[in-house]
T-cell receptor, first 116, second 112 residues
């Protein structure tokens, strides 16, 4: 299957700092990527849809000024958590769907963010 | 009513058992159905993909979709301890650039 690479896999940062998470599609072009957040023992919560060359579409309740998404190329989307607080600590996952006959989504490995 | 309902479990079975995992949904427009496996602190891994109704088999895994009942299933034969994970059903209305709608996930433990 297609490969989506996410980096870093884990990060610890101080409260008030910003953290950038990268999501790359390694063997296909992804005009659209999706960012999810997952709390322990919970399902994936869609945060935003990242569109190459245009603004991201945020889900209701997600602060777009706090979670900055940039999709500058067909293979890279980034999520920046700005002015992070302990309540932002979570597991963040990106995914991309193939725009082909089969339309399954492939996920990155996830990033565990801990804000101290 | 949530769009996709999935029993979170946990479900515990002995090694070698047949496991049945299920999801129901309310949106009749869903056409694409997927099952993902997620190990702790890892991203979901695609297991099965099905378009519209029918069955699909891949090794020990069989996916079934019954659109008339809005019900999908994943069967795991000869379950192994390595199958212990959370299984997420997912579906979407259209192909391409729309996000999937996920179930809550079912936690499965296969006991040796």
């Amino acid at each position: 299957g297609a490969v989506v690479s996410q980096h870093p896999s884990w990060v610890i940062c101080k409260s008030g700092t910003s953290v950038k998470i990268e999501c790359r599609s390694l063997d296909f072009q992804a005009t659209t990527m999706f960012w999810y957040r997952q709390f322990p023992k919970q399902s994936l919560m869609l945060m935003a849809t990242s569109n190459e060359g245009s603004k991201a579409t945020y889900e209701q309740g997600v602060e777009k000024d706090k979670f900055l998404i940039n999709h500058a190329s067909l293979t890279l989307s980034t999520l920046t958590v700005t002015s992070a607080h302990p309540e932002d600590s979570s597991f963040y996952i990106c995914s991309a769907r193939l725009v082909l006959v089969n339309t399954e989504a492939f996920f990155g490995q996830g990033t565990r963010l801990t804000v101290v | 009513q949530k769009e996709v309902e999935q029993d979170p479990g946990p479900l515990s079975v002995p090694e070698g058992a047949i496991v049945s995992l299920n999801c129901t949904y309310s949106n009749s427009a869903f056409q694409y159905f997927m099952w993902y496996r997620q190990y702790s602190r890892k991203g979901p891994e695609l297991l099965m993909y099905t378009y519209s109704s029918g069955n699909k088999e891949d090794g020990r895994f069989t996916a079934q979709v019954d659109k008339s009942s809005k019900y999908i299933s994943l069967f795991i034969r000869d379950s192994q301890p390595s199958d212990s994970a959370t299984y997420l059903c997912a579906m979407s209305r259209t192909s391409g650039n729309t996000p999937l709608v996920f179930g809550k996930g079912t936690r499965l433990s296969v006991i040796a």
